[in-house]
Nanobody, 115 residues
Framework: QAQLVESGGGSVQAGGSLRLSCVAS????????MGWYRQAPGKQRDLVAS???????NYSDSVKDRFTISRNRARDTVYLQMNSLKPEDTAVYYC?????????WGRGTQVTVSS
């Protein structure tokens, strides 16, 4: 069974850091196309950072130079290192993978940044 499980969320003050993890299991292990999205209350879910099928990396303009996506293939894990956090980064962060044309989503992890 394909599954994505996020962890690492929490509450921090502005300027702080968090590292999110997303572990893939089942048929989506080893998939190239994985990434992080976020959804703030009352807003749509938007891309934060992702690995494309060819391995290239995409970042949202709002997180460039502050967030870094990385992966450990041996652990089937994708990370999101978030530095210099701002209150506007507050959201539920979701991990997403695409395999055989199907999107898989984790349940999300809450990140709250206070000023």
């Amino acid at each position: 069974q394909a599954q994505l499980v996020e962890s690492g969320g929490g509450s921090v003050q502005a300027g702080g850091s968090l590292r999110l993890s997303c572990v893939a299991s089942g048929r989506i292990r080893g998939v190239n196309t994985m990434g992080w999205y976020r959804q703030a209350p009352g807003k749509q879910r938007d891309l934060v950072a992702s690995f494309s099928r060819d391995g290239s990396i995409n970042y949202s303009d709002s997180v460039k130079d502050r967030f870094t996506i990385s992966r450990n293939r041996a652990r089937d894990t994708v990370y999101l290192q978030m530095n210099s956090l701002k209150p506007e980064d507050t959201a539920v962060y979701y991990c997403k993978s695409i395999f055989a044309g199907i999107e898989y989503w984790g349940r999300g992890t809450q990140v709250t940044v206070s000023s």
